[in-house]
């Protein structure tokens, strides 16, 4: 059974800090690391990891993967109240791709 | 262009009951992806429909079906509703099978009382 373990379960922070969220996953013939931001409903994607050690950055967020040691690491620097979210981690495989495990999730309260 | 389109956004029904929910993707996508969401167990893969078929499923009970049409529109179903199926649903959908640059619709809360 592929399983996705995030941390922390919840942070709290000031505007400002820097914060960083662990995934750490167990699956059957990797394809793929998601990292998901839900706000409200409707969760968004923000980055596909496929390789690691390659960083994917978009603006104050980025991430890398270590395949080695099965994890991936959120970094959000310099945070603002708007990155208050949950920010889920998902993990798909070769086969039966479209079937993806995600995480529980990480509650990021940014205050003023 | 449009985005992800799940309809209806509430709905409370009672036990017993049965529901079916709508999602419409992205105008081209044909990958649609079912997923379940509650506090306590995270959000959960029900089924994925691409290209009219059933490509892959959760683990979920038989009471949870779903399909998709020729126009790529999905359905979910679930029969014999539970107090324990409250829980917000979500569809994705993606150009091609997996959740490569899937989308998500706003969801449908489910209440069942």
């Known amino acids: 059974e592929d399983k996705v373990v995030q941390s922390p379960l919840s942070l709290v922070v000031h505007e400002g800090d820097t914060v960083t969220l662990n995934c750490s996953y167990e699956?059957?013939?990797?394809?793929?690391l998601l990292w998901y931001k839900q706000e409200k409903k409707a969760p968004t994607f923000l980055f596909m990891l496929t390789s690691s050690g390659i960083e994917k950055k978009s603006g104050r967020l980025s991430s890398i993967l270590d395949k080695k040691e099965l994890f991936s690491i959120l970094n959000i620097t310099a945070t603002q109240t708007g990155d208050s979210a949950i920010y889920l981690c998902?993990?798909?495989?070769?086969?039966?791709?479209?079937?993806?495990?995600f995480g529980d999730g990480t509650t990021l309260t940014v205050k003023p | 262009k449009a985005g992800v389109t799940q309809t209806p956004r509430y709905l409370i029904k009672t036990r017993g009951q049965q529901v079916t929910l709508s999602c419409s993707p992205i105008s081209g996508h044909r990958s649609v992806s079912w997923y379940q969401q509650t506090p306590g167990q995270g959000l959960q893969f029900l089924f994925e429909y691409f290209s009219e078929t059933q490509r892959n499923k959760g683990n979920f009970p038989g009471r949870f079906s779903g399909r998709q049409f020729s126009n790529s529109r999905s359905e979910m179903n679930v029969s014999t509703l539970e107090l324990g199926d409250s829980a917000l649903y979500l569809c994705?959908?993606?150009?091609?099978?997996?959740?490569?640059?899937?989308?998500f619709g706003q969801g449908t809360r489910l209440t069942v009382v």
């Open positions: 994705a959908s993606s150009l091609q099978t997996g959740m490569t640059e899937a989308f």
């Open positions: 998902a993990v798909e495989r070769n086969t039966n791709a479209g079937k993806s495990t």
């Open positions: 699956v059957t013939n990797f394809r793929s």
